[in-house]
C-alpha cells in the first residue's frame, strides 16, 4: 500500500513547501493539497511542485460547481503544474453530481494530459469514478466501506471495460490530545454536513471513528495496518494544533513509509 501525505492549501506556503520536500525526500508516493472556496489549490499545489521533482502532486478536489473545466484548465496552465505528475481531483455536490463529473472529466480530458482523480461518497458516484476516472478519492470512510467503494469501482470500470482506476483514501492524521481535539471538530463539522452525515450513518460510525489520531508516532504503524488491502493508496490529511513547520514535519515523520 502506497503511502501519502495531505495539507490544508491556505496553510503557509513555506510550511507546504517544507512539507512536500520532506515527504518527497521520505519516500511517499504523494503530496496533496485540497481547494477550498477561499483559497486556490492549484496555486497552493505549485509552491510543493517547485520543491519536488518525483512525488505525484495531488489537489483533493476541486469542486465542478463552482469552478468548471475551462477554469480548472487555465489554473492548472497558469501554475505551470507538471502534467506527468498531477493527480487533477474533482468532485461536485447534488443536484445533478453524476451528470456534473461526466461531463466535466470528458472535457478535462480532451484539453490536460494528466491522471483526473473523481472525489466519491455514495455508490452511484464510485460506479461513475470507476467508469471514466484514473483514480477514486474517497474521504472520511472506514476501511471496510473503502473495501466495499472499491469494489463497485472496479464493478463501473469492468462494466466499461478500462483498467480499474487507483483507489485513495483521505484519512484525517493527527498526534496528541491537541491534535484529536482539532480532528474531532473537523469531523463534527463534516458530519454537519448531509451528504457525509448520511454516509456516516451508512458506515453505523462516529465521524471521529474513520481518523487515525493517536498520541505517540508508535501507534501510527498499527492503524496503518487496518488499511492494507482497502485501497492503492492512503493519503494522510495532516491535522495539526497551530499548522506550524514543526507540527507538521513531526507528522510527515512519524508516518514515513517503511
Not at 206 to 226: F, M, N, Q, W, Y
Request: aromatic share 6%.
Amino acid at each position: 500500500m502506497a503511502l501519502g501525505f495531505a495539507l490544508f492549501a491556505a496553510t503557509a506556503a513555506d510550511v507546504i513547501r517544507a512539507a512536500a520536500r520532506e515527504a518527497e525526500a521520505l519516500g511517499y508516493t504523494s503530496f496533496w493539497v485540497n481547494h477550498p472556496g477561499s483559497t486556490d489549490g492549484l496555486a497552493a499545489l505549485a509552491q510543493a511542485a517547485g520543491e519536488t521533482r518525483r512525488v505525484d502532486l495531488g489537489v483533493g478536489v476541486i469542486p465542478l460547481n463552482t469552478r468548471g473545466p475551462a477554469g480548472i484548465v487555465q489554473g492548472v496552465r497558469e501554475q505551470k503544474l507538471p502534467l506527468p505528475r498531477l493527480l487533477l481531483g474533482v468532485g461536485s455536490p447534488n443536484p445533478k453530481s453524476l451528470e456534473r463529473v461526466r461531463t466535466g472529466v470528458a472535457v478535462l480530458r480532451a484539453d490536460l494530459s494528466t491522471r483526473i482523480i473523481v472525489a466519491a461518497l455514495g455508490p452511484k458516484m464510485c460506479r461513475l469514478a470507476g467508469e471514466v476516472a484514473d483514480g477514486v478519492l474517497l474521504n472520511w470512510v472506514t476501511p471496510e466501506y473503502a473495501r466495499k467503494s472499491a469494489d463497485i469501482v472496479r464493478e463501473g470500470a469492468a462494466a466499461a471495460k478500462r483498467k480499474p482506476p487507483t483507489i485513495y483514501a483521505y484519512v484525517r492524521f493527527a498526534l496528541g490530545a491537541a491534535g484529536r481535539a482539532r480532528t474531532a471538530d473537523e469531523a463534527d463539522r463534516y458530519a454537519g454536513i448531509s451528504a457525509y452525515g448520511a454516509n456516516f450513518a451508512r458506515m453505523g460510525v462516529k465521524p471521529i471513528e474513520t481518523a487515525i489520531a493517536v498520541d505517540s508516532p508508535a501507534e501510527v504503524g498499527p492503524a496503518l495496518a487496518r488499511w492494507k488491502g482497502a485501497v492503492d493508496e492512503v493519503v494522510l490529511r495532516a491535522v495539526t494544533p497551530h499548522d506550524t513547520a514543526d507540527e507538521t514535519l513531526a507528522l510527515v515523520r512519524a508516518a514515513k513509509p517503511a
